[in-house]
């Protein structure tokens, strides 16, 4: 069974930072690509990073360029997601999420609470 674990969210003042970190259950090598999801009050799940597990390539939302930085530990079957510069705008739930290699199944984890206060 694939699990996803985040941690390491939590409370910190605007322009703070925060790493959080997913550790999956299984080899990420198994996966196509691997990122993280934001989802605050009221709002849509948002596409916050992706890093493809081969290629090590990585996409970010604009909103985020800059300041976040993802990134992962093969041997570790980790990824993890590096935040500067915290804003309010950034508070949300993250969720970490797995594509598979096949493209066919997306595995999400339970969501880490991040809130940064003005």
């Known amino acids: 069974q694939v699990r996803l674990v985040e941690s390491g969210g939590g409370l910190v003042q605007t322009g703070e930072s925060l790493r959080l970190s997913c550790a999956a259950s299984?080899?990420?090598?198994?996966?196509?690509?691997m990122g993280w999801y934001r989802q605050a009050p009221g709002s849509q799940r948002e596409l916050v990073a992706t890093?493809?597990?081969?290629?090590?390539?990585?996409t970010y939302a604009d909103s985020v360029k800059g300041r976040f930085t993802i990134s992962r530990d093969n041997a570790e079957n980790m990824v993890y997601l590096q935040m500067h510069s915290l804003e309010p705008e950034d508070t949300a739930v993250y969720y970490c999420?797995?594509?598979?290699?096949?493209?066919?199944?997306?595995?999400w984890g339970q969501g880490t609470q991040v809130t940064v206060s003005s």
């Open positions: 999420y797995g594509e598979s290699r096949s493209r066919t199944n997306n595995y």
């Open positions: 890093i493809t597990i081969s290629g090590g390539t990585t």
């Open positions: 299984i080899r990420i090598f198994n996966f196509h690509a």
